[in-house]
C-alpha cells in the first residue's frame, strides 16, 4: 500500500510539473510582449503572432498527439513533449528576428500538444470517484502557481535582464520533469492498442486553423478585402467546415465524434469555448493594458495580476471537492457569471486611473469566478469519459480550450480596432481596453448560462460509484472498471 500511495504521488507530481511548464510559459509571456515588439518591432500583430503562433500548432496537434498518448504510452509520448518543449524554449530565447521567434513558438506549441493531454490523462486513468476529483483540484491548484510565479517572475526578468529570460527560465523545470518520469513504473507508460493516424484530418484542423487565425491578424493591417486575406479566410473555414464531415467518415478519427453524444462532455466542451475565450483574451488584454497604456513596468504589471493567481491556488481545491460531493453544475453555472462581472468591473477604467479602485476590484471578483469554474468543468468533462479514452478525452478538451483562445486573440486587434482604441503606434489605450474587457464579460456570460442549462449533476457523478473499486484497484496500479454510460447521453 505504501508503494501504491508513492506511485499516486509520483504520478500527480509529474502530471503537475509537466502542465506547469506550459502554464509558466504562458503566465510569463503575456508580460513580456510589450518589450518583444519594442525590441523586434511588429505593434500588436506581432503580440498577436506570439501568442497564437503558440496555441496555433497547441490546437492543431494536441488531438493527434491525445489518439498517440492513448496508443503508444503516456509516459513515452510525455517525454518526447517534454525535450520538443526544452528546444523550442532554447530557440524562442535567442530568436533574432520577430518571425524567428514565431516559428520558434509554433515549435513550443508542438512540445505542448503532446504533454499537456498525457499529463492530465495520467490522473484521470490512475483514479476515479472521489479520489479523481481530488487529484484534479490538486492539480488545478498547483498548476496554478505556475501563473502565481509567473506575473512577478517575467516582470522582474523582463526588467532587470531582458525579454528573452522568460523563455530560457523553462528549461530547469522540463529537467526536474523528466527526471521524475523516471520514478514511475514501467506498466504506466503503456495504456492500450495502439490506433492509426488521422492524417488527413490533422491537415484539415491545422490549415484550417492556420489560414483562419492568419486572416483575423491581418484583417486589421490589411482589410478584409485583401487577396491574401479573403483567400485565406475562405480557405480556413472551408477546412474547418471539412473537418467534422472527414471525421465522421474515417475509421481512426483524431477526434472521435461519438464523444459528443454524452450530455456532460457535449455541453462541458461547449462551455469551454466560451470560458476559455474570455479567459484567454482577459488575461492578455490586461497586462499589455497596464504597461502600454497606463505606463506600469512589467514588474509591476505582474504584480498586480498576482490576485488571480493567488485566489485560484487556495479556492480551486476546495471547490473541485465541492463538485465532486454535489455535482458541477452549480459551480460551471456561478464562476463564468462572477467573472463577467469582474470584468464589468474593469470596464470602467478611465483616466484619472487608479489601480485600487478602478482595477483591483475587478480583478479580484474574476479571480474568485475562475477558482469556482475551472475543477469542476474539467472534472465534469472527463468524468464522462471513460479510462481507455481517457487520453483523447482530455485531449479533445484540451483542443477546444486552446482553439477558443486561438480564435478569441486573433479578434482582438478587430476588436480592439472597432473601439478606435489601437493608437497609430499599434499600441493599446483606455478605450481598446474598455471594448475588449466588454468583449470578454460578455463570453463569460455566455459560458455561465451554458452551464446552468446544459450540465447534468447525475452524468458528473457516475465515476463516485467506483470510488470504492478506486482502492482495491490501486494494488494492482490499474484503474477500476468505470460505470456504463448507456442511457445517459
Known amino acids: 500500500m505504501q508503494r501504491t500511495a508513492a506511485v499516486d504521488r509520483s504520478v500527480i507530481a509529474v502530471a503537475v510539473l509537466a502542465s506547469f511548464v506550459a502554464f509558466l510559459d504562458g503566465s510569463v509571456v503575456n508580460l513580456a510582449l510589450p518589450a518583444i515588439s519594442t525590441d523586434l518591432g511588429g505593434g500588436l500583430a506581432l503580440q498577436q503572432w506570439v501568442v497564437d503562433g503558440y496555441l496555433l500548432a497547441l490546437g492543431a496537434l494536441i488531438l493527434v498527439a491525445g489518439a498517440i498518448s492513448d496508443g503508444y504510452g503516456r509516459l513515452r509520448v ?3 513533449g517534454l525535450a520538443v518543449f526544452a528546444v523550442a524554449s532554447l530557440l524562442c530565447a535567442v530568436a533574432p528576428t520577430c518571425w524567428i521567434l514565431v516559428a520558434a ?14 499529463s492530465l490523462a495520467m490522473i484521470n486513468a490512475r483514479f476515479s470517484g472521489a479520489a479523481q476529483a481530488r487529484a484534479i483540484g490538486t492539480w488545478t491548484a498547483w498548476t496554478g ?10 516582470g522582474l526578468l523582463v526588467d532587470a535582464l531582458n525579454w528573452r529570460w522568460v523563455f530560457g527560465i523553462n528549461l530547469l523545470p522540463l529537467a526536474i520533469t523528466l527526471y521524475l ?11 492500450g492498442a495502439r490506433r492509426g493516424i488521422d492524417v488527413v484530418g490533422a491537415m484539415l484542423a491545422a490549415v484550417g486553423l492556420a489560414a483562419t487565425v492568419f486572416a483575423l491578424i491581418e484583417w486589421q493591417r490589411l482589410g478584409v478585402g485583401h487577396p491574401a486575406v479573403f483567400s485565406a479566410l475562405v480557405a480556413g473555414v472551408a477546412c474547418l467546415a471539412a473537418f467534422p464531415w472527414w471525421e465522421s467518415r474515417t475509421p481512426d478519427p483524431m ?8 450530455r456532460n462532455f457535449a455541453v462541458g466542451n461547449l462551455a469551454t469555448v466560451f470560458l476559455y475565450a474570455a479567459v484567454s483574451l482577459g488575461t492578455l488584454i490586461v497586462p499589455i493594458f497596464l504597461q502600454e497604456a497606463v505606463g506600469m513596468s512589467a514588474s509591476m504589471a505582474g504584480l498586480a495580476t498576482l490576485p488571480i493567481p493567488v485566489l485560484s491556488f487556495f479556492l480551486a481545491p476546495r471547490f473541485g471537492a465541492l463538485a465532486g460531493r454535489h455535482g458541477p453544475r452549480l459551480y460551471m453555472g456561478v464562476g463564468p457569471l462572477l467573472a463577467a462581472a469582474g470584468f464589468l ?3 470602467t477604467a478611465s483616466k484619472p486611473f487608479d489601480f485600487w479602485t478602478q482595477m483591483l476590484p475587478g480583478l479580484l471578483v474574476f479571480g474568485v469566478g475562475l477558482s469556482v469554474t475551472v475543477s469542476p468543468l474539467t472534472a465534469a468533462v472527463l468524468a464522462a469519459v471513460e479510462p481507455e479514452q481517457s487520453g483523447i478525452g482530455s485531449a479533445v478538451n484540451n483542443a477546444v480550450s486552446r482553439v477558443a483562445g486561438l480564435i478569441a486573440v486573433a479578434f482582438m486587434g478587430v476588436i480592439v480596432g472597432l473601439g478606435r482604441g489601437e493608437s497609430a503606434s499599434g499600441a493599446m489605450d ?29 452524468i458528473g457523478e457516475l465515476r463516485t460509484v467506483t470510488a470504492g473499486a478506486t482502492a482495491r484497484c490501486h494494488d494492482r496500479a490499474t484503474p477500476p472498471p468505470a460505470p456504463t454510460m448507456r442511457g445517459r447521453r
Not at 145 to 151: H, N, Q, R
Not at 255 to 260: E, H
Not at 430 to 435: E, L, P, Q, S
Open 78 to 80: 510525455l517525454r518526447l
Open 105 to 118: 513558438r509554433c515549435l513550443q506549441g508542438v512540445g505542448a500538444a503532446f504533454l499537456v493531454p498525457s
Open 145 to 154: 502557481t505556475a501563473f502565481v510565479v509567473g506575473p512577478p517572475l517575467g
Open 181 to 191: 518520469t523516471t520514478r514511475l513504473p514501467a506498466e504506466d507508460a503503456h495504456t
Open 255 to 262: 477526434m472521435p465524434l461519438g464523444l459528443f453524444t454524452v
Open 345 to 347: 468591473l474593469m470596464y
Open 430 to 458: 483606455f478605450a481598446g481596453f474598455r471594448n475588449a474587457a466588454l468583449a470578454v464579460a460578455i463570453l463569460f456570460a455566455v459560458a455561465g448560462v451554458v452551464s446552468a442549462v446544459g450540465i447534468r449533476n447525475g
